[in-house]
């Protein structure tokens, strides 16, 4: 999967947002990671807002160019940072949809045996836990290496942006994604040093 024989000052880390919301607050979650990661992390990513519902029909004829250039994307990765928002007590079916595109095929999904971590952000006070809990039975479906944790389970967040710079700033929140950052970057490290 990833070239565990090159020597990294960095990891890179593939991120997905499963939020297709242009002002989404996942996605401002996602750059409060990017900054905190400073220095620790290359983050790349992956877009999942182009790529076609997921139909056998289609697959049969290939790989649709939004879903190779997807896949390629996650496969050239040393992890995967999942950021979810929870829609209707579980995750987006964008998401799902992506992760339907990534599993296939089986024997072959871009996900099998590679590390990945979950993190969410919703207006309500759970802060995405039924989301995250079904993403990760899919990941485990997938056969993904889905840290067990920290959870970064972020709610109410709508009231902890700073109005003038737009950003979470809220200490406890980033402190939460600092604990994420130092988890996951030691949940590859150890899967590279494994292979």
């Not at 990833?2 to 991120?15: F, G, H, P, V």
């Not at 390629?72 to 339907?100: F, H, Q, R, V, W």
């Not at 709610?155 to 939460?176: A, C, F, M, W, Y």
């Amino acid at each position: 999967m990833k070239s565990t024989e090159r020597k990294m000052d960095m990891l890179e880390i593939a991120a997905i947002c499963g939020s297709l919301r242009k002002d989404s607050f996942n996605k401002k979650l996602l750059e409060a990671v990017e900054r905190e990661s400073k220095g620790k992390w290359k983050i790349k990513f992956v877009e999942i807002n182009r790529l076609p519902l997921f139909n056998e029909d289609i697959e049969k004829g290939g790989d649709p160019e939004e879903v190779a250039i997807f896949k390629e994307k996650l496969k050239g990765a040393d992890g995967t940072l999942i950021i979810t928002p929870e829609y209707n007590s579980g995750m987006p079916g964008g998401l799902k949809n992506a992760l339907d595109w990534a599993s296939r095929p089986v024997q072959d999904s871009v996900f099998k045996n590679t590390p990945a971590a979950v993190a969410g952000a919703s207006p309500g006070r759970a802060g995405t836990a039924l989301a995250q809990m079904q993403l990760r039975q899919t990941l485990v479906a997938m056969e993904a290496n889905v840290m067990s944790g920290p959870k970064v389970l972020v709610g109410e967040v709508h009231k902890i942006i700073d109005s003038e710079t737009n950003q979470i700033t809220d200490p406890r929140t980033l402190s939460n994604l600092q604990s994420l950052i130092h988890g996951f970057t030691a949940f590859v490290e150890m899967y590279q040093k494994e292979q």
